[in-house]
C-alpha cells in the first residue's frame, strides 16, 4: 500500500499545492472482499521537507456483507467527522514505516492528536 497507494498520493499532493498549505485525500486500495483505506495529509514544512500524516484503516466487503443485505455505507469510506471509520493504528504504523523507508523520513512516526502518524521527508521536486 505505501508504494502502490500511498507514496504516489504524497508526491501529486505536493505538486498540486503550493507550499505553506495543508492538502488531504483519501487514498484507497482493495480487491474483492476488502477495501483499505489511507488518509493522507502533507504540508510543506522546512525547506525541502513535507509533513506527512497517515491514518489507514479497512473496509470489509465480503460477500456475507452483501447476502445479509448490509454493504458498506459510504461514511465507512470516511474518517470522522464526516464518516464512521476507525484507523487501525497497527495498519497504520506498518503502512507509514514502510513510507519512511521510501522516502528516507528524518526521524521515525510520531503519533498526532487526531489518530494519524507522522514522518517529515526529505523533498525536492524537479
Same mark, same amino acid.
Not at 477495501?35 to 456475507?64: E, F, S, Y
Given at each position: 500500500? %505505501?508504494?502502490?497507494?500511498?507514496?504516489?498520493?504524497? !508526491? &501529486? @499532493? /505536493?505538486?498540486?499545492?503550493?507550499?505553506?498549505? =495543508?492538502?488531504?485525500?483519501?487514498?484507497?486500495?482493495?480487491?474483492?472482499?476488502?477495501?483499505? $483505506?489511507?488518509?493522507?495529509?502533507?504540508?510543506?514544512?522546512?525547506?525541502?521537507?513535507?509533513?506527512?500524516?497517515?491514518? $489507514?484503516?479497512? +473496509?470489509?466487503?465480503?460477500? %456475507?456483507?452483501? +447476502?445479509?443485505?448490509?454493504?458498506?455505507?459510504?461514511?465507512?469510506?470516511? !474518517?470522522?467527522? &464526516?464518516?464512521?471509520? &476507525?484507523?487501525? &493504528?497497527? @495498519?497504520? =504504523?506498518?503502512?507509514?514505516?514502510? @513510507?519512511?523507508?521510501?522516502?528516507?523520513? +528524518?526521524?521515525?512516526?510520531? #503519533?498526532?492528536?487526531?489518530?494519524?502518524?507522522?514522518?517529515? +521527508? #526529505? !523533498? /525536492? @521536486?524537479?
Amino acid at each position: 500500500m %505505501a508504494r502502490a497507494v500511498v507514496e504516489p498520493a504524497v !508526491l &501529486e @499532493l /505536493v505538486r498540486q499545492y503550493p507550499r505553506g498549505s =495543508s492538502f488531504s485525500t483519501t487514498a484507497t486500495f482493495g480487491g474483492d472482499d476488502f477495501t483499505m $483505506c489511507a488518509h493522507v495529509r502533507a504540508q510543506w514544512a522546512a525547506p525541502g521537507q513535507v509533513r506527512i500524516a497517515l491514518a $489507514c484503516w479497512v +473496509v470489509n466487503k465480503d460477500t %456475507a456483507r452483501y +447476502v445479509g443485505d448490509t454493504p458498506p455505507a459510504v461514511e465507512e469510506m470516511r !474518517l470522522p467527522p &464526516e464518516g464512521t471509520a &476507525e484507523w487501525d &493504528e497497527d @495498519l497504520t =504504523s506498518r503502512v507509514i514505516g514502510h @513510507l519512511a523507508a521510501r522516502m528516507n523520513a +528524518v526521524a521515525g512516526a510520531l #503519533p498526532t492528536t487526531d489518530e494519524h502518524l507522522t514522518i517529515t +521527508v #526529505p !523533498l /525536492v @521536486l524537479a
